[in-house]
């Protein structure tokens, strides 16, 4: 029996108003917004139209049609439940409804999809992880078995720490250096620590999140049963495909035919005998690990590096980040509650991630996913948002 | 039938080039008249600049290049065998003349007329001292005329490349027709165009109204200046003219001094603009932190270049924007206008709209506060520098050379035999006198 396991990555960056140095040390009498409300909303409903609303229908009708053999897994962060909160409670109440079903899965990560497992000490990592629990706990009165990063962003010191707040596993790439030449369809352990790794299958995932609609690629165009054939041909106990669930409707748009291919995957699926679907928490419990994986240094999802440098891959990211971890230290001094939380927003991994400046076929997908024009247009707007902020912390 | 042989052909605009050398499909040792304006060690813009590095770039590939220019104070000198410069006459004109301005008191368009005349009669005696050219290729306004004539004359097909057009060197305010004028009547006789940028194509083609498959963009490239001591030094270089936005320079010093007051602002170029510039300088209460510096030597250049931090280059409508390169070679970090050509190909530098002096003033404090931000656009920056390289620019234009003579001028060939024949149709029932009047028609709608 092999597995396949579908989990989601569901995340909203809040996106910052313009700020050029002028606005710099102005308006600290009075709270300053430093993010565009109006271009989140919009950029919010846009998604939720085309993608989030009919993609939980979607899934909602096939695990009904299945009987609940079709099962999923969401990563909902903080941010995207909070932009539901203010624009769109009805794409939240849309989640509870696949919820309700039994056949969906909840999975913890940071609150503000942060890069702060790469802080000097994880305090705030494992702050950020218990507002997120406190938060599903509230809506969806469940305490997640599974813990995935920021983008899968993992290392052995990140797994110790999850494995201390009790999780059951954990999700990430599997990036060929730390498999060795060893299959990413079964689970491993870490080296230092008693946990349950789950590794993307980078290739199956990608065939449905980047490749899907490219015309060069020779197996374009994808259908449902040609997928689930090379799925039928995978060995191991488990295949994981990770993706980002705005890769429905909004990477791949409806014209594409990804609807289609969505709608027909279980039954094509489900045609094989010896596959079948599992939640993250059910592919722990079901399996064991076959061997251990050592990861002294940082992986990712992210670009063909599968690393940090996505977020910390130039000199302008790692100013930023270091000036994040810098008013950290000096807000730990102060208790106040609005500060804290506006430096928390400003954690949200993707403002770090506009600052990259990786050429060619990277740089190309950062385009696509950017507010700005070019990364140091990016760089200068966080950066004037962050002297502005150490402004008020010290003040 | 009144005319005969090849006077007929012109007339009818049916010319064959009967001394092509095709190899393959493409050409072999080409010989090129070209005609430019000025050449280093004298420069007044992008031209010299690209000329330069054309022309010798073009020599390394094997293509013969005569290059016809002005006799100036300066001594000009070849230091490649396949390329000779041949100095044509003196002139008073330059290409970014006004016909206002000048001590030609009114005798502007009689010197242009002069000058070119004396470039036909030199490219003439030269093809026949020392044999036939390929093509003739002209750069901007100023000898299109004599481009024009050589090509009727010669029989040979005629390259264009603009740098500028009339549009841009107003800062399109108020546009003087006669360039225009000149500029279309070359370009709609021009076999081929080459063009700096999009943006350039687009002028020429919505403009100028030409058919924009006879144009081809090749963008500029540099030669790398070297990085100098770097000191607190914000630098504007080039002509001082309402094309290249030096005022927009100088309000947005007046908000970075107030935020960063030890920086100095230099202002390195000549033109008419430079008493007003002062002036403002002066009514903006920051004549202390702004330098003027005149005209600069090509060293004195690479040495600004090298020290300054950061550079800004806000024209108002700029074609290319060599300098930008040059700057960024230098390790200095950039700020252009947005609608540069050289923005529409170069990512690592900044951008802005040039009238946005608030935003220039954010960028160029932040360029001055955040060293990562220097550092990482210097880095990036001079890789990508290196992808810019004039052999590039050499090769691009061989392959316009080839392609317009084989594929374009193959169906203009089929195209205008049609109308020959048609024309000996109407010929040979005696309708000579309509012919010519019909004829005329004919080119006119085909152009």
Known sequence: MTSICLYFEVHQPMRLNHFSVFNIGTNHDRSVDYFNQKLNQ?????????????????????INRYDGKFRVSFSLTGTFIEDCELYMPSVLDSFKDLFATGAVDL??????????????????????????????????NYNPKIFRNTETIYDNRIARKITELGYKGIITEGADRILGGRSSNYLYRPVNTDLKVLL???KLSDDIGFRFSTYSWSEFPLTADKYAKWLSRCEGDIVNLFIDYETFGEHQWTETGIFEFLKHLPGEVLKHNHLDFVTVSEAVERYK??????VPWAISWADEDRNVSTWLGNDMQIACFNELKNIGSKLKEKSNEELLKTWRCLQTSDHLYYCSTKGLADGDVHAYFSPYDNPYEGFMNYMNVLQDLKQRVVL | MKFEGKLREVELGLIFYPQ????????????IAMIGWEYPPFKAGGLATHCYGLTRSLSDKNV?????????KHTVNSDRPNLVIKEVGETEIFPYDRPEDKALAGNFFEEVHRYNQLVVAKVKAVAKAEGKFDFIHAHDWLTMEAATI????????????????????????????????????????????????????????EKYGINPEVISVVHNAVYPVPEGKKQKIV?????????????????????????????RFVVAGVGDMLPRLIDQAVDLGISNRVIFTGRLTEDEVKHIYGISSVYIMPSVSEPFGITALEAISAGTPTIASKTAGVCETFNNCLKVDFWDSDEMASKIISLLRYESLRRTLTENGKQEIELFTWDNVAGKTIDVYNGMDIARLEKQLKEREKIYKWNQKLASRAYEPTLTLKTKKMRKSKC
């Open chain 1, 42 to 62: 919009e950029i919010f409903e846009k998604v939720a139209k085309k993608c989030y609303l009919p993609t939980n229908k979607v899934l909602l009708d096939l």
């Open chain 1, 107 to 140: 999975i913890e990560e940071t609150y503000y999809h942060s890069l702060s497992s790469m802080y000097d000490d994880l305090d705030e990592f494992e702050k950020q992880i218990k507002m997120h629990r406190k938060k599903i706990k509230r809506i969806f």
């Open chain 1, 200 to 202: 993307r299958n980078y």
């Open chain 1, 289 to 294: 690990p076959v061997g251990e994986i050592d």
């Open chain 2, 20 to 31: 092509m050398r095709i190899l393959n499909g493409v050409m072999i040792n080409m010989k």
């Open chain 2, 64 to 72: 013969k290049v005569y290059f016809f220019m002005p006799k100036t």
């Open chain 2, 150 to 205: 050589l090509k009727e004359d010669l029989g040979i097909p005629m390259v264009l490349t603009i740098h500028s057009t009339e549009y841009d060197r107003s800062g399109w305010l108020d546009p003087n027709q006669w360039f225009i004028d000149i500029e279309r009547k070359g370009m709609e006789k021009a076999d081929g165009i080459i063009a700096v940028s999009h943006f350039t194509k687009r002028v020429i083609v």
């Open chain 2, 235 to 263: 630098l504007f270089l080039g002509r001082l003219t309402i094309q290249k936005g030096a005022e927009f320079f100088l309000k947005a010093a007046r908000k970075v001094l107030d935020y960063e007051p030890d920086v």
